[in-house]
């Protein structure tokens, strides 16, 4: 075959390659949508995925199916991810614990939490609230808490949903700043853990207003201060830490967030199509208010913005790591 006719051909080769690549792009989806969930079923993170699965389906036109692999503090799940196929059809269901404390508490991970991912799109602000068992400290101000901790060093055992978990960082970050030395103990995750402070194994957790909620209502736990900057109206009669007074809770703000990534090199056509998706399910009225009522935020960001808010969370993380002297490996 003659030279020019070679180029010609594989010139017209490319052509249709780039043009398939672009219908395809245009066209997606056109098969189920995985979220893969590193935590496990029932855990606060698992709620808001499945309250957003089906709204997103009907946006997407196909179905949306969660698939955990939890474990690790939700590493296993991103790595998973992180080596999927770019191609929009295998997302995480992140954190602010997966994608930004685990990259200071985990020294070898297989991923960077930045650049082998696309941040798609964020879902929520959560609010998470110290949660005591009154039969096993009996106080009924976050005062009284700080002052029967400091008096006892290394008496209290406080739960979290796992090592590195965004509970076990609120609480490290916590103790650092007020100087308390408490016994931390993990669980595999929020059922595990809330239950265990109800039963009085451990006395007390900082986890989100939604998992505790329930037990809050029963009369079975007593919530001392929500660790976000402004009061959350679910638990309006809960102060926030940072209006106690005390030394070192000043502008105290350890909330935390959920979102959605992709495996980097995700097409871009595709994430703006995902991010728009997730802004109109996050848009409805029913979803808003439901988030609200369990002491959420909805969090509405574009891919830029978002990838902002996760460098800014990790630079974050990794200082509260270092301040607390926490590590995994």
């Known amino acids: 075959m003659p030279a020019r006719f070679m180029r010609g051909a594989l010139t017209l080769a490319a052509a249709l390659l780039v043009a398939s690549a672009a219908f395809a792009q245009q066209d997606w989806p056109q098969q189920p949508v995985t979220l893969i969930m590193g935590f496990p079923a029932g855990s606060g993170v698992d709620v808001v995925a499945r309250a957003i699965q089906e709204p997103l389906a009907r946006q997407l036109g196909r179905p949306v199916i ?4 939890s474990g690790a503090a939700g590493n296993i799940a991103s790595d998973y991810v992180a080596h999927a196929k770019p191609d929009g059809y295998t997302l995480a269901f992140g954190t602010a614990a997966t994608h930004g404390s685990n990259a200071a508490l985990y020294k070898k991970l297989p991923f960077d939490v930045e650049a082998d991912f696309v941040a798609v799109a964020p879902v929520l ?9 009154p039969d096993v400290i009996n106080v009924k101000t976050l005062k009284e808490f700080v002052e029967l901790v400091k008096a006892n060093p290394g008496k209290y055992n406080y739960a979290s949903t796992g090592n590195g978990a965004g509970t076990h960082m ?20 929020g059922p595990e853990a809330i239950t265990s402070v109800v039963r009085g194994e451990t006395c007390c957790i900082m986890n989100q207003v939604q998992t505790v909620l329930p037990q ?3 009369g079975k736990v007593r919530l001392l201060g929500v660790t976000t900057a402004t009061a959350v109206p679910a638990v309006k009669e809960v102060p926030t830490i940072a209006s106690s007074g005390l030394p070192g809770t000043k502008g105290f703000d ?45 969090r509405i960001e574009t891919p830029a913005q978002f990838k902002k808010t996760v460098h800014e969370n990790r630079l974050k993380w990794a200082e509260v790591a270092k301040a607390a002297n926490i590590s995994v490996d």
């Open 170 to 189: 609120a609480f490290a970050e916590f103790n650092s700043r007020l100087g308390l030395n408490m016994v931390h103990v993990p669980y595999k995750g």
């Open 216 to 218: 809050y209502k029963a």
């Open 254 to 298: 350890s909330s935390i967030w959920f979102g959605i990534f992709a495996p980097k090199g995700t097409d871009a056509q595709i994430v703006d199509k995902l991010n728009a998706a997730v802004k109109a399910v996050l848009e409805q009225p029913e979803v808003r208010e439901r988030f609200e009522s369990q002491g959420n935020t909805v």
């Open 125 to 133: 602000d959560v609010s998470n609230v110290l949660t005591i068992n």
């Open 66 to 69: 969660i698939d955990y692999k």
